[in-house]
C-alpha cells in the first residue's frame, strides 16, 4: 500500500517536494511517480527501476524534478522546483512488478496510493 503526501498549493516558481511512503517489500517493483491533469489521462513523471535502483524523469519535466529513493524510509521523493500551471495535477505513486518490465505507461501498475493534490498558481 502506497500513502501520498506534500501536495499544496504554491504559486509559478514555487517548490514542493512530494513523498509517497511505501508498506511491504518494494525492491522487486517498478515505483512511479504519475500526474493526472483534471479531465486528462494519467501520465508518468519519475520512475524508480528495479532491480537495479535507476531513476529516470520524463522529458517534460526535466530539469525542474528529480526522485529520489530513501531505502531505509521505504519512500520515493519528488522534489518539484521551478513549478508551473501546467504542473497542476493529483500526483500518484503507484507500483509494478519488475517482471512485467519497468514502462511509463500506468496500465499494469497497482497499490495507487489516494494522490495528493499540487495546484499551482498564476
Known amino acids: 500500500q502506497l500513502v501520498e503526501s506534500g501536495g499544496g498549493s504554491v504559486e509559478a516558481g514555487g517548490s514542493l517536494r512530494l513523498s509517497c511512503a511505501a508498506a511491504g517489500d518494494t525492491s522487486s517493483y517498478c515505483w512511479g511517480w504519475f500526474r493526472q491533469p483534471p479531465g486528462e489521462e494519467r501520465d508518468m513523471v519519475a520512475m524508480?527501476?528495479?532491480?537495479?535502483?535507476?531513476?529516470s524523469v520524463s522529458d517534460s519535466v526535466q530539469g525542474r524534478f528529480t526522485a529520489t529513493h530513501d531505502a531505509a524510509a521505504n519512500t520515493l521523493y519528488l522534489q518539484m522546483t521551478d513549478l508551473k500551471p501546467e504542473d497542476t495535477a493529483v500526483y500518484y505513486c503507484?507500483?509494478?512488478?519488475?517482471?512485467?518490465?519497468?514502462?511509463?505507461?500506468?496500465?499494469?501498475?497497482?497499490?495507487w496510493g489516494q494522490g495528493t493534490q499540487v495546484t499551482v498558481l498564476t
Open positions: 524508480l527501476n528495479n532491480p537495479g535502483g535507476a531513476i
Open positions: 503507484g507500483l509494478r512488478p519488475s517482471w512485467a518490465g519497468c514502462t511509463p505507461h500506468p496500465a499494469g501498475y497497482h497499490s
